[in-house]
């Protein structure tokens, strides 16, 4: 006669330990947050790069004074949404007031900036495009604002750093 013997299976579970500290995300980057930071970023330094061009060769002298603040304007809104994005990037939580005051901030300087940059651009071509990704820029800065004060009002939390939730993940 043959003997029946039983098996027993022990199930195995797999945990997963995620950490709320610092951390490398890289899907930040598949965001609108970060493709906005990043066509931001990229509009602004093609602004200063012609700011600059045109400052060096092609302007008289009584025109430096709105080139040089075109290139101070777009350079510190370009550091803020270098240092907002990596800061994004390390899992690190901003307070959205501050992030929509910057927002607003950087779009008005940035907009001033191609404001003042309009006169006598039909002698220097650098001019005017200065002017164009400025208020390029002046633009998705605006968007990004309108996204995230939105974004803060539906959740009814603007003045914590958790309210805005995960860039990621969260859908604007």
């Not at 949404?81 to 779009?107: G, M």
């Not at 990704?133 to 939105?150: C, E, G, Q, S």
């Amino acid at each position: 006669m043959a003997t029946m013997q039983a098996e027993w299976v022990t199930p195995t579970t797999t945990t997963r330990t995620i950490s709320s500290g610092i951390r490398f995300d890289i899907w930040v980057l598949k965001s609108v947050n970060a493709a906005l930071k990043l066509s931001v970023i990229l509009f602004d330094l093609v602004a200063i790069s012609l700011a600059a061009a045109g400052n060096q060769y092609d302007e008289p002298y009584y025109l430096y004074g709105s080139s040089q603040y075109a290139i101070f304007a777009c350079l510190s809104a370009m550091v803020h949404s270098i240092v907002v994005l990596l800061i994004y990037l390390f899992n690190l939580t901003p307070w959205p007031i501050l992030e929509i005051i910057n927002l607003a901030i950087s779009a008005l300087v940035v907009f001033i900036a191609g404001c003042l940059m309009i006169p006598y651009a039909y002698l220097v071509a650098t001019r005017g495009a200065t002017v164009a990704f400025a208020w390029a820029a002046a633009v998705l800065y605006m968007v990004d604002f309108f996204l995230k004060f939105r974004k803060g009002r539906k959740n009814g939390t603007l003045g914590t750093p958790s309210s805005m939730g995960s860039v990621a993940g969260g859908k604007y």
